[in-house]
């Protein structure tokens, strides 16, 4: 784990980059980590995403899978891998300060 | 009198609806078992049909016959559960009320969930082993192909057994060398995941076994269409992958009834699980088992065992007004078949990836994370242990429901979550 300096505060992160707590994020904060990972700037679509990423992390302790995300973002797969490409359960999360989606096992 | 209904009849509900029934006399507690059918799947016998190493009705039994004498077995599709009235709604009209619920309907396979999947092409060069008819179907194809290219892909997670694509690939090697036609066919393994499997330490010997076997890796490949008249695998972010032959996993989701209950599964139809009681969290009277809850572990039969003992042990608890106190680790063990008679053995849990060393202990006799002809016996003999023991609820020998560090080797090098070494 990293402190590492955005937007001009001092945050903790691990060594992919995910805050490690996700109540020091703040929008300015998510506009940097998106510019970081190659998304110039965040449009309402990417926002969408990324609040409800949150908004569900934050009431069920677990980030959405990409599929849960295409079923009910609101923005089907095929435009989230525009929004975000690679990986856009794992970008999404990141740029919403919330922890790396525990993903597949 | 209690009234127990356990939903599926495959390996997680014969098994509770056994280890209950010994736990209550018939006078004590009424148990009910649902399923759709009476056809018992001994489902890692899949592997080998397409392989003309099984037969379909090897591996088939009668879910009945599997029962302990004193246990209902009711054919029917489940239409929904009501769980605010503790009822279980079945399509035959039936109503059964319940005391206790048991969620073990397992998944059910989704390829129409996928662009293209169920088009021009399934089931004549798209093929998926994990059920019955597919794994037939694909026998028939592998016997006829005789070159090209075949790959081998999963369209995402999670599904059942996330071995079992790669025991594929590897028996495929394997298959054609015994051919003489390996040097005619081109073998590419095609994974949403970032490596070769999900956890970092068996991801890499795994990677290199599928490099050492000549079969191509293709990661972070999430399928947004399969092109059946193309013969290619198109990935949301719009790269393409050229098949003659398609062997693929298609999305899992909970049963179709998990879906019509009111309050009972999540999105994908999986039941949101407390992962160490494995009491739902819908209601306190529903308990879920094996593929079809959403607890952070493999999907596997081994899983569905372990759970077993502390299952039965709440479900106890419950009727009586005791507090939980049966805890799953979230132990899994599987074998993991790789060809020319060998098999690698992994064992792990929430916590402990699968690591090197020994298993049940430092003494062995089975190797970890390395391939040994052993490990492929150990996987033969595991058939009649599932019929004989795991199904009637027994416990078996040597092997403890809590995974056990004895005889692993703790890994030195600190290795990241996210399976990149640093």
């Known amino acids: ?105 | 009198m209690k009234r127990i209904v356990i939903l599926g009849g495959g390996t997680g509900g014969t098994m509770m609806a056994n280890r209950l029934r010994r736990v209550y006399d018939e006078d004590e507690a009424a148990i009910t078992v649902v399923d759709k059918d009476d056809r018992h799947v001994y489902q890692p016998g899949l592997l080998f049909v397409p392989f003309g190493l099984a037969s379909a009705d090897e591996i088939v039994r009668p879910r009945r016959r599997q029962l302990r004498s004193g246990i209902d077995f009711h054919v029917s599709e489940i239409d929904h559960v009501a769980l605010a009235k503790d009822q279980v709604h079945l399509v035959d009209g039936s109503t059964l009320p319940y005391d206790v619920l048991i969620v073990a309907t397992g998944v059910t396979l989704r390829p129409e969930e996928t662009e293209g999947l169920t088009g021009p092409g399934w089931r004549e060069r798209m093929f998926t082993f994990y059920d019955v008819p597919g794994a037939e179907q694909l026998a028939r194809a592998l016997d006829a192909f005789d070159g090209g290219r075949l790959v081998v892909n999963l369209i995402d997670m999670p599904i059942k057994c996330p071995v079992a694509p790669l025991e594929f690939a590897f028996l495929a090697d394997w298959y054609f060398a015994e051919r003489g036609i390996r040097d005619r066919v081109e073998l590419t393994y095609v994974t949403p995941l970032d490596g070769a499997f999900t956890k970092p330490i068996a991801s890499e010997r795994l990677a290199g076994l599928l490099a050492e076997k000549g079969v191509e890796l293709v990661t972070e490949f999430a399928v947004g269409e399969a092109d059946g008249e193309g013969g290619r695998l198109v990935s949301w972010d719009e790269r393409e992958v050229p098949f003659d032959l398609l062997v693929t996993v298609p999305l899992h989701e909970g049963a179709p009834y998990v879906g019509r209950s009111e309050g009972l599964g999540d999105e994908l139809a999986f039941v949101p699980t407390e992962p160490h009681t494995l009491q739902s969290l819908a209601r306190p009277n529903v308990f879920a088992l094996g593929d079809a809850t959403n607890v952070p572990i493999s999907k596997a039969g081994s899983v569905t065992h372990f759970e077993g003992e502390a299952l039965t042990e709440n479900v106890r608890r419950f009727l009586s007004g005791e507090a939980l106190e049966g805890s799953y680790d979230g132990h899994a063990n599987c074998f993991i078949e790789t060809g020319f008679g060998k098999a690698l053995l992994i064992d792990f849990n929430y916590d402990t990836e699968p690591l090197p060393g020994r298993f049940p202990n430092a003494v062995g006799p089975l190797p970890l994370l390395r391939e040994s002809r052993l490990n492929h016996l150990g996987k033969l003999m595991f058939q009649w242990l599932y019929w004989h023991a795991l199904l009637p609820g027994r416990d078996i020998p040597g092997i403890s429901p809590s995974m056990e560090m004895s005889g692993k080797e703790r890994q030195l090098e600190h290795v990241s979550e996210g399976g990149e070494r640093r």
């Not at chain 1, 995910?18 to 940097?32: I, K, M, S, T």
Request: aromatic residues 8%; hydrophobic residues 40%; neutral net charge.
């Open chain 1, 1 to 105: 784990m990293t402190m590492t300096e955005i937007a001009g505060v001092a945050v903790e992160r691990d060594a992919e980059g995910f805050l490690v707590y996700p109540e020091d994020w703040n929008r300015v904060l998510a506009e940097d980590i998106a510019r970081e990972n190659g998304i110039p700037e965040l449009t309402p679509r990417h926002w969408q995403v990324v609040e409800f990423m949150r908004e569900r992390y934050l009431e069920t302790g677990t980030a959405p899978s990409i599929r849960s995300l295409g079923k009910e973002s609101g923005v089907p797969i095929k435009e989230l891998y525009q929004l975000f490409p690679k990986g856009p359960a794992k970008l999404a999360a990141k740029i919403g300060g919330i922890p790396k989606p525990r993903g597949c096992i």
